[in-house]
């Protein structure tokens, strides 16, 4: 796959642009660790099951079903939210990038318009890639609660874009429905040693590095 073919580029966010995965489980799991190992087990699980599904609905879902409590209250959804940022903002900034994403990024923006559309909080997710130093290569960043779905139409609503000119690079499936939704092109990343959540036939790539002229 040659990144030249495109006219736009959107970008998950963890595990595309960089190496949070491992630094989202632990807080999930940090979160919840009062409530024993069985819940932080089946906390994990859904975790890694569902990447790219916002924390929102991932908060929601355990309430109602691992600890069975009543639906949470704007502010008991904005506390969990709060301890989950102070859990994952600094260490997310401080992480590695994917191999190859930041020269792929460098080099398209000079070229095409380049987009993030993400799960993480929109607030956060800006905040994030402005103190990463790439805020300028990206013509837009969004993120949760907007639907991945809706960001990409909009993306492509607002920017002119030709779906099918466009390529989404993800790394959970909710990226890859998102991007047949939408109906533009979608690459799957898969880091090593890592189930792939991708139908056969997807393309998938272990890093970025193929993608950089």
Not at 18 to 36: D, N, R
Not at 44 to 72: A, C, I
Not at 142 to 159: D, M, N, V
Not at 161 to 169: D, G, N
Request: with cysteine; glycine share 6%.
């Amino acid at each position: 796959m040659n990144a030249m073919d495109w006219h736009a580029i959107i970008f998950d966010f963890d595990g595309v642009v960089v190496e949070s995965g491992e630094i989202k489980t632990q807080a999930f799991a940090e979160l919840y660790q009062a409530y024993g190992a069985e819940v932080v087990a089946a906390v994990v699980d859904y975790h890694t099951k569902n990447g790219g599904m916002s924390r929102y609905r991932k908060f929601h879902y355990f309430q109602q079903h691992l600890l069975h409590k009543p639906t949470l209250s704007t502010s008991e959804e904005q506390a969990l939210d709060q301890q989950f940022s102070k859990l994952v903002v600094e260490a997310v900034i401080a992480c590695k990038a994917v191999a190859g994403v930041e020269t792929l990024i460098k080099q398209q923006s000079a070229r095409i318009p380049l987009f993030v559309a993400s799960g993480t909080p929109e607030i956060e997710l800006k905040v994030i890639v402005e103190r990463r130093g790439l805020a300028s290569y990206f013509t837009d960043v969004r993120g949760a609660p907007t639907l991945k779905q809706t960001l990409i139409a909009e993306f492509l609503s607002t920017h002119s874009l030709i779906p099918e000119k466009v390529l989404m690079i993800g790394d959970a499936l909710v990226d890859y429905e998102s991007a047949q939704a939408n109906g533009i092109a979608f690459l799957g990343r898969v880091l090593p040693g890592d189930n792939n959540p991708f139908p056969a036939g997807v393309v998938t790539v272990s890093d970025l590095c193929s993608l950089v002229n």
